[in-house]
């Protein structure tokens, strides 16, 4: 999901961003034929299947990519780009709800949150379900190994995490002409199989999927749990809507990706027509027997490179919702000198790391993760409507029938796959809902806290304008040297300096108050960056505005600007705060639990110093208690 190539490489060959879609967008929705139509006949009954039954599956199947992912997300969802870029964060700054979310605007807000919160916690079970089904092959090439596919799969979930800390940049370039080898080779053995069974192209009519389900009334729910896998990964289209623009990932799905996907599905069903004992493992028996092992390796391949997809796509949301605020400050590792969305979030990998692999060792086949597989995606797509929607209706100038038409068709089909994926929740599908519920309850005990450290910097600190018409202190100490401080808000004196005055008695010859901004949008220009503002001949003010996105310098950016003014920023010291939280001694009400998870938070997230980039030769912290 965030592996990226630049557009303007991408330019130099026919095609190439075409081609590098493939491996950063596609991986994970490309991934989905080693595992879906065969959990959809196993829903259907296993071995008990019959032809209607595959016919059925193939329409659902067939329909669930049109629909959910060709007209949402390719003709619509795409249009919808925050300065060009995309994911359900986006949708959340493009309505501004996380500046003021009152009203109707609060439950879109959370809307917002549970489908990034979702998102995250796919990213544990994608790695894990794509390279489980990958190693499975195993049981059909040599089944005397079969005891090795639970190991194998752990050691290749490591290898992967463990590289993270390397960086992509290098072997990004690989990732596309890999994916088009295995989507050339998905079509390729789709075309085989349907030779064998041309009648399966019946599937493509609607109404053998409407039958399945009046056939199977009382199954219907887990069919259409299953046929959903098929699409899981469709949310990564519009979040690496950044990467490559809708044009180039509307051509590699609608000519490449789509046509590859439904003729292996088709090249599946017929297998299972020709012979129903291939439900074992419909994908590999698809297979003529010379390719099953060049298979298995690229199917491995397109595993890590899907797994590779979503790890470092949940880094970049991660990322967005720390500097958005609702998520504690982790330290960011930029990973490539040329683009500033090849990052490395060290806590948040192991922490993958360690739950895919809880999970692998927990569910040990892909027929019981599937079941707790692909819930999670359904949730993000339903908020990813709705936010859709509401962006629509807000901005696009549709007349109201038409936004209510498309309303209602998005959210027909949203609802009822999210319906489905509940059946699974006794099964295994209460992990990810866990797994969501845990990090929505951190996003909101982050916010909270800052909201009420805010409100208690009241206590330290006065209006910067009344601190600097103040005329008691000119009898303080003077350090003859400028003293930059960083403060949260532009309109208050920061706490650090306010304190210094009040208890050191201690002014100095220059004093620079400086506030970090995160616009809702991406990425600032360099031109509308920096802000300067002279309050006196003591006291200088400069806001600085980063993107969302972007990786956040303060030296390098404040350093132009106070040269310009006649003051060398490589004298100045950095002067900041830093809380000291207490939380309540009594744990009584929800709100003291907040509050106990909120400094747990702060003692643990990322200094100040660090994660603006400060020089730690010239920082100074001032600690001060703030009680909740």
Not at 35 to 60: E, H, P, R
Not at 213 to 231: D, E, K, N, S, T
Not at 249 to 256: D, E, K, P, S, T
Not at 474 to 480: F, I, L, Q, R, Y
Request: net charge neutral; with cysteine; hydrophobic share 55%.
């Amino acid at each position: 999901m965030s592996t990226s190539f630049s557009r303007d490489r991408s330019r130099t060959l026919p095609f190439a961003a075409e081609i590098g879609a493939l491996g950063v967008v596609f991986g994970d929705i490309g991934t989905s034929p080693l595992y879906a139509l065969k959990q959809g006949v196993l829903a259907v009954g296993g071995t008990n299947f019959i032809g209607a039954d595959v016919l059925g599956l193939l329409s659902l199947i067939t329909w669930s990519i049109i629909l959910s992912v060709t007209v949402k997300y390719v003709f619509l969802v795409l249009r919808a780009d925050n300065d060009g870029e995309g994911g359900i964060l986006a949708l959340v700054t493009l309505l501004d709800l996380h500046r003021s979310a009152i009203g109707l605007r609060w439950y879109l807000l959370a809307a917002g949150l549970l489908g990034a919160a979702m998102l995250i916690g796919d990213g544990v079970l994608t790695p894990a379900m794509s390279v489980l089904s990958a190693i499975e092959g195993l049981q059909v090439i040599a089944p005397e190994l079969e005891h090795w596919v639970v190991a194998l799969t752990c050691l290749v979930l490591a290898a992967i995490f463990f590289s993270q800390r390397l960086g992509t940049e290098r072997i990004a370039s690989f990732f596309g002409p890999v994916m088009l080898l295995w989507f050339g080779s998905l079509a390729a053995l789709g075309v085989y199989g349907i030779l064998q069974a041309p009648q399966v192209i019946a599937g493509l009519d609607p109404r053998h999927g409407i039958m399945l389900m009046v056939q199977h009334p009382g199954l219907a729910g887990v069919i259409l749990g299953a046929c959903f896998l098929a699409v899981t990964g469709g949310e990564a289209l519009y979040a690496d809507l950044g990467h490559f623009g809708r044009p180039v990932i509307a051509r590699a799905w609608l000519f490449v990706a789509m046509p590859a996907l439904l003729l292996n599905y088709f090249g599946q069903g017929a297998i299972l027509l020709v012979d129903p004992s291939a439900v074992r493992n419909p994908f590999y028996d698809l297979c003529p027997d010379m390719f099953d092992i060049p298979l298995l390796f690229l199917a491995t391949a397109a595993t890590v490179i899907a797994s590779q997809s979503i790890i470092t796509g949940v880094f970049s949301l991660a990322k967005q919702a720390i500097e958005l605020g609702y998520l504690p400050p982790m330290r960011i590792r930029y990973t490539s000198e040329h683009n500033e969305q090849h990052i490395y979030v060290g806590r948040l990998n192991w922490l993958l790391m360690i739950a895919c692999i809880a999970v692998v060792l927990g569910f040990e086949a892909s027929d019981r993760l599937a079941s707790a597989y692909g819930i999670a995606v359904a949730f993000a797509m339903v908020t990813t409507s709705i936010l859709f929607i509401a962006q629509v209706k807000r901005a696009w100038g549709w007349p109201s029938f038409a936004v209510w038409a498309m309303a209602a068709g998005l959210l027909t089909v949203d609802f009822a796959f999210a319906s489905a994926n509940m059946t699974k929740i006794h099964d295994g599908g209460w992990l990810p809902l866990s797994i969501a519920a845990v990090i929505i309850f951190v996003m909101v005990s982050w916010r909270r806290g800052l909201e009420a450290v805010v409100a208690q910097q009241v206590r330290f600190t006065e209006p910067l304008d009344n601190f600097v018409a103040r005329k008691d202190r000119v009898n303080d100490v003077e350090a003859p040297r400028t003293a930059i401080f960083l403060s949260r808000a532009g309109a208050m004196t920061p706490v650090a300096l306010s304190r210094m005055a009040d208890l050191l008695k201690v002014r100095f010859e220059k004093a620079v108050i400086v506030s970090v901004w995160i616009a809702a949008r991406p990425r600032v220009s360099v031109e509308d960056r920096v802000k300067v503002t002279t309050l006196n001949e003591g006291f200088v003010r400069v806001d600085l505005r980063f993107g969302y996105m972007q990786q956040i310098d303060v030296p390098s950016v404040l350093g132009p600007a106070l040269s310009a003014r006649g003051i060398d920023p490589d004298a100045a010291i950095y002067v900041i705060g830093h809380e000291r939280i207490i939380p309540p001694d009594e744990v009584i009400k929800l709100r003291d639990v907040v509050a106990h998870v909120f400094a747990f938070l702060a003692r643990n997230a990322e200094r100040s110093v660090d994660r603006f980039g400060l020089p730690r030769a010239r920082t100074v912290e001032i600690g001060y208690p703030v009680k909740l």
